[in-house]
């Protein structure tokens, strides 16, 4: 038997005994690793006879290819097997009981508010936050609201204490007192935040949104608070052309003040936004008036600017077709499922606010 036919029939002996990766990669190095048996054979080819080397050469490739061959067809048996052992002992149990899956949905407010937040900031203003409970002083006193104002008595007020000192706030306008105390001017903030006050019919709810807007620098106007109330409203109700009606009224905290109507007509038994004849109250808003800016150590003299406040939740009925505010508040999750936004779908102004 000539060596390579030695060679030959050792390996098929081998092959048969091996039963995993690394068997056959012991395998292979010990025929075709630095020191295997064929590599040693070509290492003799330089020592042959000129005419031997050729016909050695010639076997010698076909049993390198042979050999080979088996290599990698034993690999792909043992890697197959090794797939069909997993398949036999790692079973899913298809036969579990379903389990219902719900999507969450973003309540109307929240996606208001992020519509509303994201509308201000694409002119400047940024969102500022204060605490439910407020001071006597910041919710009304700061205000400039008189000891025998209306709006300090028990019934619209949530007090907490005897004396008077804590409440709920009634509004968001203290953090007006909070943003101011806290930096230098010029402000310029959002505040979307909850507010408390006695109330509750379809259109009342005790725990209600606002949204407070707050300018102050050198040389603000009433033209720019009209400017701005103008771009908000077209934006967030997403229409080209708005009516708007500035009706003289009456604020502590503002002067002048004025509450702000817009124009709706009815159609098809649904409200449409910007034109008709009818008239649809949404915010009050005026010029901080000084005493406010004092009370807040901000020289008035100096700066001046304005502040208006709404009602986040009636804006979200509007826009979005609510007609019991009630529902709001009720954690009712087939009113959810309906009136609820998609968690992925934020809100933005470049995208298109509600689409
Ligand atoms: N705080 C007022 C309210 O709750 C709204 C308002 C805010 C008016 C700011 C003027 C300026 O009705």
Sequence with gaps: MSDLDKINSIFN?????????????????????????????????GTLEPDKRKDF????????????????????EIENAEISDKLKNEKVDVTLPIRPYHQGKIHPVSQVIDEISSIFSEIGFTV?????VETEYNNFTALNTPEDHPARDMHDTFYLEKNKKLLLRTHTSPVQI????????????????????????????PMFHQLEGLHI??????????????????????????????????????????????????????????????????LGCGMVHPNVLKNAKVDPKKYQGFAFGMGIDRLAMLKYGINDLRAFFETDYRWLS????????VPTNYRGLSK
């Design 13 to 45: 002996a081998k092959i048969d005994s091996v039963k995993n990766k690394e068997d056959l990669q012991n395998l292979k190095t010990e025929f075709f690793g630095k020191n295997g048996q064929i590599t040693q054979q070509f290492k003799t080819l």
């Design 57 to 76: 050469a010639v076997n010698l490739n076909k049993i390198k290819d042979d050999l080979s061959n088996q290599i990698e067809q034993k690999s792909f």
């Design 128 to 132: 500022a936050e204060g605490p439910d």
């Design 178 to 205: 909070r943003a101011m105390l806290n930096g230098k001017p010029p402000f310029k903030i959002i505040v979307p935040g909850r507010t408390y006050r006695c109330d509750s019919d379809q259109t009342h709810a």
């Design 217 to 282: 620098d050198k040389n603000i106007t009433m033209g720019h608070l009209k400017g701005c109330l103008d771009y908000f409203i077209k934006e967030f109700f997403e229409v080209k052309n708005v009516k708007m009606r500035f009706r003289p009224s009456h604020f502590p905290f503002t002067e002048p003040s004025a509450e702000v109507d817009i124009g709706y007509r009815i159609e098809n038994e649904k409200i449409v936004i910007g034109e008709g004849n009818k008239w649809l109250e949404i």
């Design 338 to 345: 309906h009136f609820g936004f998609d968690p992925l779908d």
